[in-house]
């Protein structure tokens, strides 16, 4: 059974709107990474989470960890072009990290 | 940071033969390393753990005997594809562990697309 949902599976936004990428574990997690790539190349890492209610920023990404360690969400603000992407997050169980299906991000102009 | 780096990139082969792929921890040493596998369109697929100076750990549904992993030294784990066939046609990708303190961190090379014909 997948233990990590990831939502939406894909996501179109104008330039400039703001979007958000939720991920969801079944189980309390010892740690959450967000990761963002292009199609078939590796993977860019974005951010770790792993205390409860943590969240970090970098530029206009925000990554949260809920309370519970049990939900991440991934907020872009004022999209743009670059940020378009396979987003994905992968939840760390104490060894190899469990992927989400990802989310497919297109900004249109 | 820390540099992963896999080789080949890519790679294209004839139905029948066997691929090795490498995986290197540049600036550190991982015990333990991991390979995934990704399908079009498709999440990564954790296909087995890697544990320097041991046998690997496979995930369900993976045949150890046709992907044979070695993890000879600290910085390095090689998956070896034996007999390919072009279902096995995939985005190979790896990451090491590094454990520093309390911090836990897995880092990921740039992948290896195989093609096998």
Excluded at chain 1, 30 to 36: N, S, V
Aim: net charge positive.
């Amino acid at each position: 059974s997948q233990e990590l949902e990831q939502s939406p599976q894909s996501l179109i936004v104008q330039e400039g709107k703001n979007l958000t990428i939720n991920c969801t574990s079944s189980k309390t997690l010892y740690g959450l990474y967000w990761y963002k790539q292009k199609y078939g190349e590796g993977l860019i890492f974005l951010m770790m989470l792993q205390k409860g209610g943590e969240e970090k920023s970098h530029e206009k990404i925000t990554a949260k960890l809920d309370e519970k360690k049990q939900q991440s969400s991934l907020h872009i603000t004022a999209s743009q072009p670059s940020h378009a992407g396979i987003y994905l997050c992968g939840a760390s169980y104490g060894n190899a990290l469990n992927f989400g299906k990802g989310t497919s991000l297109l900004v249109t102009p | 940071g820390a540099v992963v780096s896999q080789h080949p990139s890519w790679v294209i082969c004839k139905s029948g033969t066997s691929v090795k792929i490498e995986c290197r921890s540049l600036d550190f040493q991982a015990t333990t390393m991991f390979w995934y596998r990704q399908f079009p369109k498709q999440s990564l697929m954790l296909m087995a753990t890697s544990n320097e100076g041991s046998k690997a750990t496979y995930e369900q549904g993976v045949e150890k005997d046709k992907f044979l992993i070695n993890h000879a030294s600290l910085t390095l784990s090689t998956l070896t594809v034996t007999s390919a066939h072009p279902e096995d046609s995939s985005f190979y990708i790896c990451s090491a562990r590094r454990l520093a303190g309390a911090s836990d961190t897995q880092y990921f090379g740039p992948g290896t697309r195989l093609t096998v014909l």
